[in-house]
């Protein structure tokens, strides 16, 4: 009897933290599946019939490299779905967008920013632009293929 209802705000904030992702209208068409860590999480059976982007995502799985991935990171200040993230590695060019962001307990935001696999591993990644505010990347729950 000690439970309460937690609103929607804590169940996007799980959601982030939880490294699940939410396809709303800013990021709809703009991923394949592998981007979002699905593969990862078992969202995807390569064994079972016909899907729409069947085509592109068992080419991707099986013959090519995935240079993009979702990384969970924490910002100290507010970001939304679709916000742009920028590294010096990309020449002035978005190197990733917020999936899913969710104000986060002790200030700040928590989101799932699909970016350069090269830029998160060698890199300092901004939001909005090379002087935006510092993403500070934390482990997933899960382990990446």
Same mark, same amino acid.
């Given at each position: 009897?000690? =439970? ?6 804590? !169940?996007? !904030? ?5 490294? $699940? ?13 592998? +981007?979002? /860590? $699905?593969?990862?999480l ?7 019939g016909?899907?729409? *982007? ?15 991935? +979702?990384? $969970? =990171? ?14 010096a ?6 190197? *990733? +967008?917020?999936m /899913? ?12 920013v ?17 002087? *935006?505010?510092? $993403? /500070? ?9």
């Amino acid at each position: 009897k000690t =439970a309460r209802p937690a609103g929607s705000a804590c !169940w996007d !904030w799980l959601h982030v933290r939880s490294g $699940l992702p939410v396809i709303t209208p800013p990021t709809q068409e703009q991923f394949v599946l592998q +981007m979002t /860590n $699905l593969d990862a999480l078992g969202g995807v059976s390569f064994k079972k019939g016909c899907y729409p *982007g069947q085509e592109v995502v068992a080419r991707t799985q099986h013959i090519g490299k995935i240079k993009r991935r +979702m990384f $969970l =990171a924490h910002v100290d200040t507010t970001a939304k779905a679709g916000d742009e993230v920028f590294s010096a590695e990309m020449a002035g060019q978005p190197s *990733g +967008m917020v999936m /899913n962001a969710a104000a986060a307990a002790g200030g700040g935001y928590d989101v799932l920013v699909v970016m350069q696999i090269s830029s998160r591993e060698t890199q300092s990644v901004h939001l909005h632009s090379l002087e *935006g505010a510092k $993403l /500070n990347f934390q482990e997933l729950p899960y382990t990446l293929p």
